[in-house]
């Protein structure tokens, strides 16, 4: 278990530096997640409650990366939703990992992942946009390991986890290179015709 979670760690860390490039917006977004994954890891590897922290954690963290999903390819989200959005995945979190009930955090998961899902279709970039579906696919993969609730599905969510994570930050990642290169090319456009 433990070599599952020092993966987990790394790619937090990876996913960590892969957001120099983006939106400071969308990058506090991410490195929170990057955060939060990294703290699964270290719950694992110190083996002090790592189920109870993996339902917290895929709970906020999903929300987190939704957040940053549509900074990236929509608009930034206003304050007071992504407050209540937030708020909303921490409590689910906290409550069903002291209740046991994991369904309740799964739903707002799976409501949150199919928010990107939707973003990632109607995402006018299409190589991003499939990058995006893969790591949310990964993510939903990993909300359902929650429900099985033995060592082969804990690892499962670990390694579903790091793939989910990377897939979603290289996906911003790319995007907003993307969108910088076009507006580039459109401002230097005007002024080149100006010049002749």
Same mark, same amino acid.
């Given at each position: ?37 990294? !703290? ?11 189920? !109870?922290? !993996? ?82 696919? !990964? ?58």
């Amino acid at each position: 278990m433990s070599a599952f979670a020092a993966v987990l760690a790394l790619a937090a860390a990876a996913a960590w530096i892969a957001t120099k490039g983006v939106r400071p917006v969308i990058r506090l977004y991410l490195r929170f997640a990057c955060v939060l994954y990294a !703290a699964l890891a270290a719950s694992v590897l110190l083996r002090v409650a790592p189920h !109870a922290v !993996a339902v917290m954690v895929a709970t906020l963290a999903v929300a987190l990366l939704t957040l940053a999903a549509f900074a990236g390819l929509r608009r930034t989200p206003k304050p007071g939703f992504a407050a209540m959005l937030l708020a909303g995945a921490c409590a689910a979190g906290i409550w069903s990992a002291a209740t046991g009930m994991i369904a309740l955090a799964v739903v707002p998961q799976a409501v949150c992942l199919v928010a990107v899902l939707t973003i990632a279709h109607r995402a006018p970039l299409r190589r991003p946009g499939l990058h995006l579906v893969l790591g949310a696919g !990964a993510l939903f993969a990993a909300s359902c390991s929650l429900l099985a609730g033995d060592s082969c599905a804990f690892i499962a969510l670990l390694l579903f986890s790091a793939a989910g994570l990377l897939g979603v930050v290289l996906a911003l990642a790319r995007a907003s290179e993307i969108l910088i290169d076009q507006q580039r090319a459109g401002s230097v456009g005007p002024a080149v015709r100006r010049v002749r």
